[in-house]
Antibody, heavy 121, light 113 residues
Framework: EVQLVESGGGLVQPGRSLKLSCAAS????????MAWVRQTPTKGLEWVASISTGGGNTYYRDSVKGRFTISRDNAKNTQYLQMDSLRSEDTATYYC??????????????WGQGVMVTVSS | DIVMTQTPSSQAVSAGEKVTMSCKSS????????????LAWYQQKPGQSPKLLIYLASTRESGVPDRFIGSGSGTDFTLTISSVQAEDLADYYC?????????FGSGTKLEIK
């Protein structure tokens, strides 16, 4: 059974950093591109970042480019999202998601349960 | 960025009825290289994560009941539930997976009368 389990969320002050982790199991992690998607009641679902199977290619939405870093450790079956210079508008539930077909198409066939990130003083 | 517009924002139907919801994109999602439409549909039940229903506009994900039908091409897409069940109470989102940044519609909330 495919499982994606996020951790690392919490309350953080503006300008500070937070690192999210997503532990994957039930599939060959290194064969799948991965992503982070966030959700808020006001903005809805927003794709945040994606990473290729080997980690060599990364992609970001403009609003997080230069502040967030997506990475993965295939030996540990884990992907990460390092979030620096956090802003109030980054407050959201963050989901870890698996690319549906591995590496060709960018739909998401499995999602984690989500982790809440609150940026507030 | 490609803007995804979903209508209606909410819809109430009785069990057994047919329901359709629309998703329109600001640019064509039809990729000339393979003649496929890069659009996905998700269902999100209260308190849960999104669940993939349909990808490439009309391909049903494994395990998804056949009452869920995706159709459309170019910029206009539809999700049809042929006979709504009580467990279909959820928010439904479309997503373009054609180009970065991948974008979602604002959702259609399905309520059961």
């Amino acid at each position: 059974e495919v499982q994606l389990v996020e951790s690392g969320g919490g309350l953080v002050q503006p300008g500070r950093s937070l690192k999210l982790s997503c532990a994957a199991s039930g599939f060959t992690f290194s064969n799948y591109g991965m992503a982070w998607v966030r959700q808020t009641p006001t903005k809805g679902l927003e794709w945040v970042a994606s990473i290729s199977t080997g980690g060599g290619n990364t992609y970001y939405r403009d609003s997080v480019k230069g502040r967030f870093t997506i990475s993965r450790d295939n030996a540990k079956n884990t992907q990460y999202l390092q979030m620096d210079s956090l802003r109030s508008e980054d407050t959201a539930t963050y989901y870890c998601a698996r690319r549906g077909d591995g590496y060709t198409y960018h739909y998401f066939d499995y999602w984690g349960q989500g982790v809440m990130v609150t940026v507030s003083s | 960025d490609i803007v995804m517009t979903q209508t209606p924002s909410s819809q109430a139907v009785s069990a057994g009825e047919k329901v359709t919801m629309s998703c329109k994109s600001s640019q064509s999602l039809l990729y000339s290289g393979d003649q496929k439409n890069y659009l996905a549909w998700y269902q999100q039940k209260p308190g849960q994560s999104p669940k993939l229903l349909i990808y490439l506009a009309s391909t049903r994900e494994s395990g998804v009941p056949d009452r869920f039908i995706g159709s459309g091409s170019g910029t206009d897409f539809t999700l049809t539930i042929s006979s709504v069940q009580a467990e279909d109470l959820a928010d439904y989102y479309c997503q373009q997976h054609y180009s970065y940044p991948f974008t979602f519609g604002s959702g259609t909330k399905l309520e059961i009368k």
